[in-house]
């Protein structure tokens, strides 16, 4: 059993940056992956990033890609998203999930089995 727990999640001003973290915890990760997914208001959940353990690759969605970054630290089992030029659109509940889907289902949420109960970031002025 995995426990996954997200924290850093806020109010942030357009253009402002805010860092969440995601920590992982009762097992080893080797070989499993760590995502970010976000559900807006009004709108389906969907994939943000995730972070390949073996690999040590990141994966973004184009619509965070080059103002999002995806970090892990040196103990293995936390995992940051520092989110840069946030604007309204990225105003969402963002979970941490932890699985191991292949390549090609990695965006895919069925592909995660443990998932953290969210924070609440909201873009705004």
């Known amino acids: 059993q995995v426990q996954v727990v997200e924290t850093g999640g806020g109010l942030v001003q357009p253009g402002h940056s805010l860092t969440l973290s995601c920590a992982a915890t009762?097992?080893?990760?080797?070989?499993?992956?760590l995502a970010w997914f976000r559900q807006g208001p009004g709108k389906d959940r969907e994939f943000v990033a995730a972070f390949s353990w073996s690999e040590r690759r990141t994966y973004y969605a184009d619509s965070v890609k080059g103002r999002f970054t995806v970090a892990r630290d040196n103990a293995r089992s936390t995992l940051t998203l520092q989110m840069d030029k946030v604007n309204v659109d990225d105003t969402a509940v963002y979970y941490c999930a932890v699985g191991r889907p292949i390549l090609s289902a990695l965006r895919n949420e069925e592909s995660y089995y443990y998932w953290g109960q969210g924070t609440q970031v909201t873009v705004s002025s």
């Open positions: 009762g097992r080893t990760l080797s070989g499993y992956k």
